[in-house]
């Protein structure tokens, strides 16, 4: 096994200090140990990001990857998978991004049970641009763009992709490491789509450290029907991480394509080339 230290990049780590992002990026990193430890090469791994904060862990972690528009790279992780199935594709995302703009695109990956492990930095706010609310904003959130206050209740991440048909849903937090690396392991090795929506404190523009240390607590299995996980998801009381539900489905690349690759199954130019100059004479 390659040591971690190799996934390191030439890129400065900009994030402020004591972000919730710093959990994330050491959790993924956990998360390939154990990926490989089950047999899963990083050069199957290949990550996409959107634009913001948590696009940056791209830059800090030395594998293969595309950055995405703002609230599109949902769709460029799924072209991936559809061109090349035996990739493991891993969607790093803002609740911003994936739950605001995007929100079309995570709805219908749900829907299509795309294989895309979909990691959302739940922040609550829209931290690249100085905080304004975002979708995942609690009512009364004072920011840059509404300094008397939220009037918006906010969206439940969990509840919206299980309603959707997420074969895969779960929640974690930036600051239990092991566990969040533990879900995000069991989110890429999932066939099928995976959610793991991600408590990350932003401490510049809302700081939940303290909140959510207090509120967590850890789910002991996953509930057994779709009914009692959007139960479990609305809880208001305390914040349940773990899985909270996991079925088997088809996903949407073999609905598509079959037991094709197309991308290594794909001709070499030069007999691409021949079979257009047979064509022509033909």
Known sequence: MKPADDLSTYAENTW???????????????????????????????????????GKIFDYLNLSGFYGLHGRSMASAQAIKLANPALRVVNFVGDGDSLGEGLEHTLFAAKRNAAIALIVHDNGVYALTTGQFGPTSARGYRGPSTPAGNVEDPFNPLALVLEAGATFVARGFAGRRQHLAQLIFAAVMHEGFAFVDVLQPCVTFNNTWKLYSELVEELPEPASTREEAIRLARRADRLPIGIFYQEQGVPHHKRVLGERLPVPGSLARAQRIERLQQMLHS
Do not use: K, M, W, Y
Not at 30 to 38: C, H, K, M, N, V
């Open 16 to 54: 402020c200090p004591g972000c919730g992002n710093f959990g994330i990026l050491a959790a993924f990193r956990d998360a390939i140990s154990l990926l490989e430890q089950a047999g899963i090469p990083r050069s199957q791994l290949v990550l996409v990001t959107g634009i913001g904060q948590h």
